[in-house]
């Protein structure tokens, strides 16, 4: 198979052009992809060696660059390769602008500078870790959202990954035999605190990621942790624990990291919304304005 080459070129760190070609480029399967990085593209110069690449590689070019000096030396460079160059944030940008009626400030890496939303990602990421695994159970009901499950059901790649989002998340685990702690069965679905969400997972698969992690640390031996029949029952009285408990449950089975996020922040959304229209009374008859 031949290998196609795509080159991502920012002015940047080119997070934002290598996203958005991996979500297009994972549709083309049986295709053998290379990829040139170019980060931080701010000089003609430095078009000029990703052209001399081009020439040996030639490929696909994707770029978010706000520089018209250096988009129009690539550009042309491209055409004359007879090389597509896409610009991918041009069509979101050009369809905000005539919405708005507002020029663009063109200033590369807009979105990464150290604003006060940068260190609550930071603060966010630290909390993660802190409460990581059941651990800072003092300040529990400083987090945003909670995770409990049994174990291997992506509770803490979950928490990073909202944590980079900028959520305060921490995670409780599921251990047979062990009491969950009072720190977490004090809030209830639908109480004021964070909000505590039940990860659940296919026993079956459960057994095949847990066999799999005894693997990697040279641990072999049949124990109930991987014991078909042990796992169900492991589920089902966490099922259990979070219908009673009145916790949203997602089933992560067949759930992205991403897509489990993505859920978890729909569940927060709705909370949101919801909980404005539970805290108003209504007003009796004595109490409506004259």
Known sequence: MSVTHVHLVSDSTGETVH???????????????????????????????????????????????????????????????????????DPIINTLREHFGAETRNMPGRQHL??????????????????????GLWNLGSADVVLTGVS???????????ANRGLKAANVPIVPG????????????????????????????LVQVRRNRLRMIAEDKDTDYVD??????????????FTDQGWPVIDVSRRSIEETAATILQHLEARDHARPAAKAAPVSASEAPA
């Open 19 to 89: 996203n958005l070609a991996r979500a297009c480029l994972v549709q083309f399967e049986e295709m053998q992809i290379q990829e040139h990085t170019w980060p931080l593209i701010r000089t003609v110069g430095q078009v000029d060696k990703i052209v001399q690449t081009l020439r040996e590689n030639p490929g696909v070019v994707f770029y978010t660059l706000v520089n018209s000096e250096i988009r129009d030396r690539l550009d042309a460079a491209c055409r004359a390769m007879n090389v597509p160059a896409i610009s991918v944030l």
């Open 114 to 135: 150290l604003d006060d939303e940068y260190f609550e990602r930071i603060d966010a990421m630290q909390f993660a870790l802190n409460h990581d695994d059941g651990q």
């Open 178 to 205: 062990v009491p969950l702690p009072d720190e977490l069965l004090q809030f209830k679905g639908g109480d004021p605190g964070p909000l505590v969400i039940g990860l659940t997972k296919d026993p079956a698969r």
């Open 228 to 241: 078909l029949q042990t796992v169900r029952a492991e589920v089902t009285a966490a099922r259990r624990l």
């Open 152 to 162: 291997r059901t992506s509770k803490s790649p979950t928490c990073l990954y909202l």
